[in-house]
């Protein structure tokens, strides 16, 4: 039987802590389900399309992740999926709070989905998309936070 867990988030843009996190889950689960969340009520500088793609050619290496996207409740999509485990990560105890609340939530809504939760590796922990985006947006040198192919798409969007 096939362990696989999804792998949640807006992703706008994928960083090397969100990869940190779906590799090391990797030694977990069988399979990861990398979801790109669709909001359309949250303001992203990436398309779904876009972040898609971005995290495609970041995991191209592996055929046990797999992007996907999807609109509405988590649990709803992690049920249709055929995975039973949700993984977060947290980067700060910050971070806690609202991913328990997430996390008792989607328990209550979906009994059987259980939710894991991963520190990044220190070198990674205090990076998150916004601060990617504004550091590169006033011309910052972003190198080695992100994927190279995520740089591609910065230059492209903002450019330089």
Not at 40 to 52: A, N, Q, Y
Not at 78 to 92: C, E, F, Y
Not at 104 to 116: C, D, F
């Amino acid at each position: 039987m096939t362990k696989t867990a999804v792998y949640p988030g807006s992703f706008d843009p994928v960083t090397n802590g969100h990869v940190d996190i779906a590799r090391r889950s990797l030694s977990i689960f069988d399979k990861i389900i990398i979801a790109v969340i669709n909001n359309p009520e949250k303001k992203v500088l990436f398309s779904v399309t876009e972040r898609k793609e971005m995290l495609r050619r970041t995991f191209e290496d592996t055929e046990r992740v797999v992007v996907d996207s999807f609109e509405g409740l988590l649990v709803d999509f992690v049920n249709r999926s055929g995975a039973d485990t949700i993984i977060r990560g947290l980067r700060a105890v910050s971070d806690f709070e609202y991913e328990f609340q997430m996390a008792l939530m989607n328990r209550r809504l979906a009994p059987g989905i259980k939710s894991v939760y991963l520190m990044p590796s220190p070198e990674f922990s205090y990076i998150s998309s916004s601060i990617i985006k504004e550091v590169y947006t006033f011309g910052g040198n972003v190198s080695g936070l992100i994927p190279p192919v995520v740089e591609e798409y910065l230059r492209e969007k903002i450019r330089d």
